[in-house]
T-cell receptor, first 115, second 112 residues
Framework: DTEVTQTPKHLVMGMTNKKSLKCEQHMGHRAMYWYKQKAKKPPELMFV???????INESVPSRFSPECPNSSLLNLHLHALQPEDSALYLC??????????????FGPGTRLTVL | RKEVEQDPGPFNVPEGATVAFNCTYSNSASQSFFWYRQDCRKEPKLLMS???SGNEDGRFTAQLNRASQYISLLIRDSKLSDSATYLC?????????????FGKGTLLTVNP
């Protein structure tokens, strides 16, 4: 089973709202990721968690706040977003960053629209 | 030179055709290579991983040439369902460094 689940599938929010995206995997993977993808562009890495600790933050604005409550869950808290933040937000997981054979599996994404 | 560069496409081919995608990468220390396919408004799905010289899975063959820093994906007997964007992905990991770089993708349309 290589399933990563994400909720919600779609989200519309105003610029003053606070919302959260959720991601879950039960493959025993120890690395989890958030990506942002705009139309006709490849995914852009935002954050990487390894063993529940933030390992990489790709200079993401503080209006995006990741959280990893446990090894199976990854959240992305959103606050005071801008319309240009509208995109597909993808979660991914992989077994272990240290493995050469480490492979990422993506969730179906949350399509976010900021009004 | 861009970190990962793919054929810009788009590719339009008839059913049954053989199509090849090319990808070059600039970091010679890159360790792992992947091809993902992404359907419109869906997530990327892993198609193939490549760690040594190549990999074959049914109609799909991926080849790696480390000396030339080049990866290819060959699709034989293409089907309508192969229509998608194909992403070349290159991974580097060393010590505390980690980098996964995506190419811009190549759009394939297989026509009846």
């Amino acid at each position: 089973d290589t399933e990563v689940t994400q909720t919600p599938k779609h989200l519309v929010m105003g610029m003053t709202n606070k919302k959260s995206l959720k991601c879950e995997q039960h493959m025993g993977h120890r690395a989890m990721y958030w990506y942002k993808q705009k139309a006709k562009k490849p995914p852009e890495l935002m954050f990487v968690y390894s063993y529940e600790k933030l390992s990489i933050n790709e200079s993401v604005p503080s209006r995006f706040s990741p959280e990893c409550p446990n090894s199976s869950l990854l959240n992305l808290h959103l606050h005071a977003l801008q319309p240009e933040d509208s995109a597909l937000y993808l979660c991914a997981s992989s077994q272990d960053l240290g493995l050469i054979t480490d492979t990422q599996y993506f969730g179906p994404g949350t399509r976010l629209t900021v009004l | 030179r861009k970190e990962v560069e793919q054929d810009p496409g788009p590719f339009n081919v008839p059913e049954g055709a053989t199509v090849a995608f090319n990808c070059t990468y600039s970091n010679s220390a890159s360790q792992s290579f992947f091809w993902y396919r992404q359907d419109c408004r869906k997530e990327p799905k892993l198609l193939m991983s490549v760690y040594s010289s190549g990999n074959e899975d049914g109609r799909f063959t991926a080849q790696l040439n480390r000396a030339s820093q080049y990866i290819s994906l060959l699709i034989r007997d293409s089907k309508l369902s192969d229509s998608a964007t194909y992403l070349c992905v290159v991974r580097y990991s060393g010590g505390s460094n980690y980098k996964l770089t995506f190419g811009k993708g190549t759009l394939l349309t297989v026509n009846p």
